[in-house]
């Protein structure tokens, strides 16, 4: 079991680009969230995803934001038209699938976002 | 929905020592509560969680109480040890209809020589 993976680690940008992030779950999660932490806060709920249904976003998830999650196992989060505002960690998260289980959020290292 | 509130937001403890840390949640339908360690530039690991139908789990050196009718739970480090020093997160969840997680504010511990 090697954890949830998040790729890139760190990414810097300009204002105006777009970003993509990637998470890769621990094999066999079913369940895989995304949230957003900025610095001395705790993280933000942004989206949630049991296999590929996107099942529940957060009014902090814009337009400007997209999360997929394709077949069921990794997912990506995009983000146009970056603003300053969205430099933070982006953290991704998931859970088994059974019993109780299933509330037990594991997270990836997360990717810091820097928009310039 | 859901508020969690943390406290102190910094800690500083000798070697040895015994630190606490408090959070109270908003939401009594909230019937799981995890505890989350994050060192720098690292993201949250898991530590200890406690669900509604247990008052006290306890894990070596690691141990959390909740108060369901207070509505608060609690994080006792014993024997602190300097790797300990890190930011620690309580978080609190409905399993019924919610997955998403609500954070506190974090809890700076420094466990000093």
């Known amino acids: 079991d090697t954890g949830v993976s998040q790729d890139p680690r760190h990414k810097i940008t300009k204002r105006g680009q777009n970003v993509t992030f990637r998470c890769d779950p621990i094999?066999?999660?079913?369940?895989l969230y995304w949230y957003r932490q900025t610095l001395g806060q705790g993280p933000e709920f942004l989206t949630y995803f049991q296999n590929e249904a996107q099942l529940e976003k957060s009014r902090l998830l814009s337009d400007r934001f997209s999360a997929e999650r394709p077949k069921g196992s990794f997912s990506t989060l995009e983000i146009q038209r970056t603003e300053q505002g969205d430099s933070a960690m982006y953290l991704c998260?998931?859970?088994?699938?059974?019993?109780?289980?299933?509330?037990?959020?594991?997270f990836g290292p997360g990717t810091r976002l820097t928009v310039l | 929905g859901e508020n969690v509130e943390q406290h102190p937001s910094t800690l500083s403890v000798q070697e040895g020592d015994s630190a606490v840390i408090k959070c109270t949640y908003s939401d009594s339908a909230s019937n799981y509560f995890p505890w989350y360690k994050q060192e720098l530039g690292k993201g949250p690991q898991l530590i200890i969680d406690i669900r509604s139908n247990v008052g006290e789990k306890k894990d070596q050196r690691i141990a959390v109480t909740l108060n369901k009718t207070a509505k608060h739970f609690s994080l006792h480090i014993t024997e602190t040890q300097p790797e300990d020093s890190a930011v620690y997160f309580c978080?609190?969840?409905?399993?019924?209809?919610?997955?998403?997680?609500?954070f506190g504010t974090g809890t700076r511990l420094q466990v000093t020589l």
């Open positions: 978080a609190a969840l409905y399993t019924g209809t919610a997955s998403k997680l609500t």
């Open positions: 094999s066999e999660h079913n369940r």
């Open positions: 998260a998931s859970s088994p699938k059974r019993g109780q289980a299933t509330d037990t959020q594991y």
